[in-house]
């Protein structure tokens, strides 16, 4: 099992910047790549970037230039660091982590809600 909690959400203006932290416990032994996604009510849940254990990473292109992913795998920690902040970022963003084995198997947070607003 493992815990993925995340902290560092909040209200910021357009051009604004937030990091966002997710700590994994558990069996974090197995845990091999990290991402985060979000959310907006009544949408689907979608990918905004992911890191492996090596450190190679995936944006979406709606971000790429503006978030930095990263992970501190001592503290079993994964990073999101997001400037340039924009209004349609607003959405709640979720940790998630890969528990390697057949199958894999998916573990989410509790989510963090991030609100770019004026």
């Known amino acids: 099992q493992v815990q993925l909690v995340e902290s560092g959400g909040g209200l910021v203006q357009p051009g604004g910047s937030l990091r966002l932290s997710c700590a994994a416990s558990?069996?974090?032994?197995?845990?091999?790549?990290m991402g985060w996604y979000r959310q907006t009510p009544g949408k689907q849940r979608d990918l905004v970037a992911r890191i492996t254990k090596g450190g190679s990473t995936n944006y979406r292109d709606s971000v790429k230039g503006r978030f930095t992913i990263s992970r501190d795998n001592a503290k079993n920690t994964v990073y999101l660091q997001m400037n340039n902040l924009k209004p349609e970022d607003t959405a709640v963003y979720y940790c998630n982590a890969v528990q390697m084995g057949f199958p894999p198997v998916n573990y989410w947070g509790q989510g963090t809600q991030v609100t770019v607003s004026s």
């Open positions: 558990g069996s974090i032994f197995s845990i091999g790549t």
